[in-house]
């Protein structure tokens, strides 16, 4: 189910809402939020419930196995709990992948039945892993009550495209949380910010660049690349922060606290800075389950190298079983190493304005990749990009101002990418006038955003492929 | 209360008001009595599906769960008329700044999802097809055709999906190749050669011929059938009303302004058999007499001519003259009276809703031997053709 969905907002979350409230004990609001989370995730792909009941239920063994035999087995145990949720990722995400290029490497014809990725399954499966990982470091306990811990990894509102909550996150608000009037409305506020962010920024932007995109591009003009691209950069932000947003609002609405996802990536001063603010549950996820258990920055230059190519390469892998994403992930490893050697020295030295110009560039650079899965497009695409061409500009134009609306979207995209708002919103937060001001242009959003779900059947969120 | 207080607390009521909207439009949802059509949408509105765990499997409870919170939510045709509308409108006045920076001439221009305007006039038309992809597709519905027990004719519809209008030399392309490779006694088209005539031709945002265009089709089957003179309207008639068609209707865009014009003739007297029911086909007189609902987006040419049914049979009671089927889309409502004053029995055959209006699969041959049909007209444009629900079983 999506949250953009009218089924979700006119159905799901009123009557959660209602069952949720009118209880009081803690153990029937998780059972409903259990009960409600299942659902929901049935409601996309029902058959795959029942892997994930799969591997809550494993894994809770797992997790209590792990806490009560401490010993040098207990690292095997730990290894082998480890290799079983990753095979069990493998297995849904990269089988296709992995037998089509072993047949294409090796000219085998090795025959295999197709298998269907499970949505959510990378945030999931991360989530769990965290759950075990941390149960053996002893930074958390393991969760006794399996039905606290399958409300943990099937939590609605991060189940599906994140982000991923790690358990030490909610371990105590599981059991202890409190809900309050001024969190709910606080959440809701949240979710409507996310709901905009989707349905009016990140849908319209999404008709630019899929209307760009799916022309011929080595016909396409320069202007009309860049435009392409910049809007799908915004696509992508907005679609992903948008749910992030959501998620954490509807987290509130029922008294979690998730952390931030997001923290105004596009005006990192540099790459290294970029990852820092772009799905920051991942990129630390990755840092303290891969990146530091192998080593991190602290052995020889080499190995150190070696680390950040081998995260950055599984970095890659996690987003899709494609070699673009495996390309673009090497691609942001080796400009961090490079930006790690010498290039933020040379940042430092010259003004902001061209550290922010060096950062968008190569982030746009990277969502060519990431975009265009066949890497003799990607080549097409960036060449047009920076080798000014002056084809079929016109005609493409007059062919396409249908989507000349979505244009002016581009406004509140560039202001919401920086921390304009936010700064304003903090300086005025006692101003109650302001509040006031505020308040009711998020009922004028979310009002907009039902009128564009009832005229627009375009609402695929991209997360959802990860 | 201090005044601040007051207004944080109205802060916090009004971010009550989406909550409230949400739960009285689930209340309105599913109590209400569910919407069947959509005039502006021209089509059957999808009302709550009823649960079963095989659909829900599958998915499609959920997408059509979805489809009809869309079609049922309160107000919705309202707020997507005027969203559209607004949206579309922007596009409109922007493609004209645009048109006259770069102009227009001769070329197609897309400033709606599915239609374009061509020479900067306003009629929504849509860009003609590739007939290289489509040759295969066109067999599907010509072969069953060329098989058909009697003498058949085939009057082809030039129309927008058909025609480059900016070619140097303007030709039906699609027409061409079927004349070139499928066998039909008699085949002809209307002869749309320029936009101009298109123009004269076609209502401004409809997919469908005008009034002056049906008279020019009606000749054309006159000179086909070798019938000494066709009736001509003693009147046109012009109501002050604006029509809105299936394009401005679909794509929710009403700047294109166009009065609803028709010709008024004296028809031979005829009984009509809807589905096998008499009763009258079309509101010809109520039109006549200015009772017409003025509403914006309703559709004048479905309500005028009448709508699309399975089965429309005309009967002049006069055995002496030929029974004539006419296999058609909607186009033919228009002309399906005018042709009916030549002949005894008029047997018009809608193929998408034969079976469903008629509780039986249409067969054609079969049909032919029953009514002792003498005369076939097969009435169509380009999109029947390539539509798979226009393919006739020929045993």
Redesign the interface.
């Known amino acids: 189910?999506l949250f953009s969905?009218?089924?979700f907002?006119?159905?799901y979350?009123?009557l959660l809402i209602f069952f949720y409230y009118i209880f009081k004990k803690r153990s029937i609001k998780n059972l409903i939020l259990l009960t409600f989370s299942l659902f929901f995730y049935s409601?996309?792909?029902?058959?795959y419930l029942f892997l994930m009941l799969l591997s809550i239920s494993s894994n809770y063994l797992i997790a209590i196995f792990l806490d009560k035999h401490r010993s040098n087995f207990n690292k095997h145990m730990m290894l082998l709990a480890v290799a079983f949720n990753v095979g069990f990722l493998f297995y849904f995400k990269y089988f296709n992948f992995f037998i089509t290029n072993i047949n294409n490497i090796f000219s085998l014809k090795i025959e295999f039945n197709e298998v269907m990725l499970p949505i959510g399954i990378s945030f999931y499966t991360f989530q769990i892993l965290s759950y075990v990982i941390d149960v053996y470091r002893k930074k958390v306990e393991p969760q006794k009550n399996i039905l606290n811990l399958a409300m943990y990894v099937s939590l609605f509102p991060q189940l599906i495209a994140g982000p991923i909550v790690r358990y030490e996150t909610v371990e105590n608000e599981i059991v202890n949380r409190s809900e309050n009037?001024d969190d709910f409305?606080a959440g809701?506020?949240r979710f409507?910010i996310g709901l905009g962010k989707k349905v009016l920024i990140a849908n319209n932007m999404a008709l630019i660049a899929d209307t760009i995109m799916s022309n011929d591009i080595s016909r396409m003009s320069s202007l009309w690349l860049w435009i392409g691209i910049v809007a799908y950069s915004f696509q992508i932000f907005f679609d992903f922060s948008g749910y992030s947003d959501m998620a954490i609002g509807l987290g509130k609405m029922f008294g979690f606290n998730f952390l931030e996802n997001f923290n105004y990536p596009y005006i990192a001063k540099n790459i290294t800075d970029f990852w820092r603010r772009w799905h920051i549950s991942l990129s630390t996820w990755f840092r303290d389950y891969l990146y530091i258990p192998m080593g991190g920055n602290k052995v020889s230059q080499f190995k150190w190298y070696r680390n950040i190519f081998v995260v950055w390469l599984i970095t890659g892998l996690w987003h899709g079983a494609s070699w673009n994403f495996v390309i673009w992930g090497l691609y942001f490893g080796t400009i961090l190493i490079l930006e790690k050697y010498f290039i933020i020295k040379i940042l430092q030295l010259i003004p902001n304005f061209f550290s922010h110009f060096y950062s968008i560039i190569l982030i746009i650079i990277g969502w060519v990749i990431f975009r265009l899965e066949d890497m003799s497009l990607v080549f097409t695409y960036l060449k047009g990009m920076f080798f000014i061409n002056k084809n079929e500009s016109?005609y493409f134009?007059?062919?396409?101002?249908?989507i000349?609306?979505s244009f002016i979207y581009f406004i509140p995209a560039i202001i919401l990418s920086t921390p304009l708002i936010k700064n304003i919103i903090d300086k005025n937060k006692e101003n109650?006038?302001f509040?006031?001001l505020y308040?009711?242009s998020?009922?004028f959003i979310?009002?907009m955003c039902?009128?564009?779900?009832?005229?627009s059947s375009y609402n695929p969120f991209i997360y959802f492929r990860f | 209360m201090r005044l601040d207080q007051l207004i944080k607390k109205i802060s916090n009521l009004i971010l009550i008001i989406p909550l409230v909207l949400i739960v009285v439009s689930s209340i309105m949802l599913i109590s209400r009595e569910p919407k069947k059509y959509s005039n502006i949408e021209n089509r059957n509105l999808k009302s709550l599906p009823s649960f079963s765990f095989e659909d829900f499997f599958q998915g499609e409870y959920q997408s059509d769960l979805e489809s009809a919170i869309a079609d049922q939510f309160p107000l919705s045709q309202t707020i997507k008329k005027n969203m559209l509308s607004s949206e579309n409108s922007i596009s409109y006045y922007f493609s004209n700044v645009v048109n006259k920076i770069i102009g227009c001439e001769n070329r197609y221009v897309k400033f709606l999802k599915n239609s374009y305007v061509f020479s900067c006039d306003d009629y929504l038309i849509r860009s003609p097809l590739d007939i290289e992809k489509r040759k295969n597709d066109l067999s599907k519905t010509l072969l069953p055709l060329s098989k058909i027990n009697a003498s058949t004719t085939f009057l082809y519809i030039n129309s927008s999906d058909s025609i480059d209008f900016s070619e140097e030399k303007i030709n039906d392309k699609f027409y061409d190749y079927i004349v070139e490779n499928y066998f039909f006694e008699n085949i002809d088209e209307l002869e749309i050669k320029d936009w101009d005539t298109y123009k004269k031709y076609y209502y401004k945002t409809d997919h469908h011929l005008n009034h002056v265009g049906i008279q020019k089709a009606y000749e054309k089957i006159i000179r086909i059938y070798d019938i000494p003179s066709a009736i001509q309207p003693f009147k046109e008639i012009e109501f002050e009303v604006n029509f809105d068609g299936s394009r401005a209707r679909t794509e929710s865009f009403y700047l294109f302004k166009e009065n609803f014009r028709v010709y008024k003739y004296n028809f031979f007297n005829f009984d009509t058999y809807i589905n096998g029911v008499l009763k009258p086909y079309g509101n010809y007189d109520k039109y006549y007499n200015f009772k017409y609902d003025s509403t914006v987006g309703v559709n004048h040419y479905g309500s005028f001519y009448g709508g699309d049914v399975g089965e429309l049979i005309y009967d002049t009671k006069r055995n002496e003259l030929k029974n004539i089927l006419i296999i058609s889309s909607s186009f033919s409502n228009a002309l399906n009276p005018l042709v009916a004053n030549h002949f005894n029995k008029t047997f018009v055959i809608d193929p998408r809703h034969y079976s469903r209006d008629m509780n039986e699969e249409f067969d054609i041959n079969n049909y032919i031997i029953k009514n002792e049909i003498d005369e076939v007209l097969i009435f169509f444009d380009i999109t029947a053709i390539l539509d798979e629900k226009f393919i006739l079983e020929v045993k």
Do not use: D, H
């Open positions: 189910m969905s009218l089924v907002i006119f159905f979350l009123p409601w996309g792909e029902p058959i009037l409305l809701f506020k409507i016109l134009y007059m062919e396409n101002l249908n000349t609306n109650q006038f509040i006031l308040n009711t998020l009922i979310f009002l039902i009128a564009k779900l009832l005229t």
